[in-house]
């Protein structure tokens, strides 16, 4: 297998290392802004010199971002090459476009890395599919704010002084936004419900909230409730479609999700014949992520053709459907809050169950009423 590699970056980097060990896999060539000395040698100027390469089979995209990416790969594809790529923006923003490319021109396009990091959640919850009907999936697939989150909760550290410490220990970029506002999660939640579900969900019909407001208040807030918050994304059947959405979870003790600590990740489905099947491993970094990639190499030497369904209906999540209790905590107690309360304590509401879309709805407004409201949802 020669491979063309995009990107030798982070991820770029450690397929390069790992590819180095392996007999039957090169890397022949790579392109990259940068160009260092450990691949100066097969750096090339462009994509055009992979797509016009007849020895390369194969193209692994680990640039990061849609665009040029988009347009890299879909050249490569258009060549005849195969296509592997660790990038979740890519596949949320062009699901349907890149499974026709693997149709059209025969190629495999597998993406493995793009949720979960090192965990081989989407080959798995494909292969649940073939036996079972999925009901449900769930998961904390962000490190970033899992870090953060059990780091306030096992150490009383507040919000900001906790993000630092995430950035300068290279878990959290210079920009936190896609992960504390919850982009992250919920990209790798709707590729995760796109092949649960055979459907294709635009990305912003998703209800997302993330952590951006979360103080260590909430956090003693959920302790005194018997709970622990997390931040994660849930999608499942209803009876006419599905539900997809993000938001902050006070999850009870005795739910495992509860104890996944610091960085990692614990994604989950529910099966109709398996039952719940929970999966937890390092989601994202060098190694654990490089990792994934290359098994997902190793399936295309195997013979996988295709990307892990070849169904893509448009579908939009019904959000009015998931219905649960909130916690609420903001300064400004309007009259449609006090109509949804079931109790209110110091500093905050539990509501009565709502619509998760009711809900999300209600926050996006009361944010511009109280920019530092915050809410998470209390699963039965
Ligand atoms: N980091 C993780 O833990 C992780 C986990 C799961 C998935 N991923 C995904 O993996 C992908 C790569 O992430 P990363 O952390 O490796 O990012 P990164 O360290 O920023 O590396 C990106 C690489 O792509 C190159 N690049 C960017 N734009 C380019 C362009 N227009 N033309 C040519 N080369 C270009 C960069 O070159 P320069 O260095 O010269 O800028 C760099 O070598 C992303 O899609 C990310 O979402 C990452």
């Given at each position: 297998?020669?491979?063309?590699?995009?990107?030798?970056?982070?991820?770029?980097?450690?397929?390069d290392?790992?590819i180095?060990?392996?007999?039957g896999?090169?890397v022949?060539?790579v392109?990259?802004?940068?160009?260092d000395?450990?691949f100066?040698?097969?750096?090339?100027n462009?994509?055009?010199?992979?797509?016009?390469?007849?020895?390369?089979?194969?193209?692994?995209?680990?640039?990061?971002?849609?665009?040029?990416?988009?347009?890299f790969?879909?050249?490569?594809?258009?060549?005849g090459?195969?296509?592997v790529?660790a990038?979740?923006?890519?596949?949320?923003?062009?699901?349907?476009?890149?499974?026709?490319?693997?149709e059209?021109?025969?190629?495999s396009?597998?993406?493995?890395?793009s949720?979960g990091g090192?965990?081989?959640?989407?080959v798995?919850?494909?292969?649940a599919?073939?036996a079972?009907?999925i009901?449900?999936?769930a998961g904390?697939?962000?490190?970033?704010?899992?870090?953060?989150l059990?780091?306030?909760?096992?150490?009383?550290?507040d919000?900001?002084?906790?993000?630092?410490?995430?950035?300068?220990l290279?878990?959290?970029?210079?920009?936190?936004s896609?992960?504390?506002?919850?982009?992250?999660?919920?990209r790798?939640?709707n590729?995760?419900?796109?092949?649960a579900?055979d459907?294709q969900?635009?990305?912003?019909s998703?209800?997302?909230?993330?952590?951006?407001n979360?103080?260590?208040?909430?956090?003693?807030?959920?302790?005194?409730?018997?709970?622990t918050?997390?931040l994660?994304?849930?999608s499942?059947?209803t009876?006419d479609g599905i539900f997809?959405?993000?938001?902050?979870?006070?999850?009870?003790?005795?739910?495992?999700?509860?104890?996944?600590?610091?960085?990692?990740?614990?994604?989950?489905?529910?099966?109709?014949?398996?039952?719940?099947?929970s999966?937890?491993?390092?989601g994202?970094?060098?190694?654990?992520?490089?990792?994934?990639?290359?098994e997902?190499?190793?399936?295309?030497?195997?013979?996988?053709?295709?990307?892990y369904?070849v169904?893509?209906v448009?579908?939009?999540p019904?959000?009015?459907a998931p219905?649960h209790?909130?916690?609420?905590r903001t300064s400004?107690?309007?009259?449609?809050l006090?109509?949804?309360?079931?109790?209110?304590?110091?500093?905050?509401?539990?509501?009565?169950p709502?619509?998760v879309?009711?809900?999300?709805?209600?926050?996006?407004?009361?944010l511009?009423?109280?920019?530092?409201?915050?809410?998470?949802?209390?699963p039965?």
């Amino acid at each position: 297998m020669k491979i063309g590699l995009l990107g030798h970056g982070t991820i770029g980097g450690g397929v390069d290392q790992i590819i180095g060990g392996i007999e039957g896999m090169e890397v022949k060539s790579v392109v990259s802004l940068e160009v260092d000395d450990s691949f100066r040698d097969r750096h090339v100027n462009g994509i055009d010199d992979i797509v016009n390469d007849p020895e390369i089979d194969t193209v692994v995209e680990v640039m990061g971002g849609v665009e040029p990416a988009f347009t890299f790969v879909s050249k490569a594809m258009k060549a005849g090459k195969n296509l592997v790529t660790a990038n979740k923006a890519l596949v949320a923003a062009h699901y349907e476009d890149l499974i026709r490319l693997s149709e059209e021109n025969g190629v495999s396009f597998r993406a493995t890395a793009s949720a979960g990091g090192s965990i081989p959640w989407l080959v798995n919850l494909s292969r649940a599919k073939r036996a079972d009907t999925i009901l449900e999936l769930a998961g904390i697939m962000n490190g970033t704010t899992n870090f953060i989150l059990s780091k306030m909760k096992n150490e009383g550290a507040d919000f900001d002084e906790t993000l630092r410490e995430a950035q300068a220990l290279g878990f959290a970029e210079a920009d936190p936004s896609a992960d504390i506002d919850g982009a992250d999660i919920r990209r790798k939640l709707n590729i995760s419900a796109n092949i649960a579900y055979d459907v294709q969900i635009p990305e912003d019909s998703i209800d997302t909230f993330g952590i951006r407001n979360v103080t260590s208040q909430d956090i003693r807030n959920a302790a005194a409730l018997g709970r622990t918050l997390k931040l994660a994304g849930f999608s499942g059947k209803t009876e006419d479609g599905i539900f997809a959405y993000v938001e902050p979870v006070l999850l009870p003790s005795e739910d495992v999700m509860a104890y996944i600590p610091s960085n990692y990740n614990l994604i989950r489905y529910r099966g109709a014949y398996a039952g719940i099947q929970s999966y937890v491993g390092e989601g994202a970094g060098r190694y654990p992520t490089a990792y994934n990639v290359v098994e997902d190499l190793f399936d295309i030497l195997a013979g996988e053709k295709h990307f892990y369904t070849v169904t893509a209906v448009p579908a939009v999540p019904d959000n009015t459907a998931p219905v649960h209790r909130y916690y609420v905590r903001t300064s400004v107690i309007t009259p449609g809050l006090l109509e949804m309360a079931e109790d209110r304590q110091d500093g905050y509401v539990i509501t009565k169950p709502v619509s998760v879309r009711g809900m999300h709805s209600f926050i996006r407004e009361q944010l511009i009423r109280d920019p530092a409201a915050f809410i998470a949802g209390i699963p039965d």
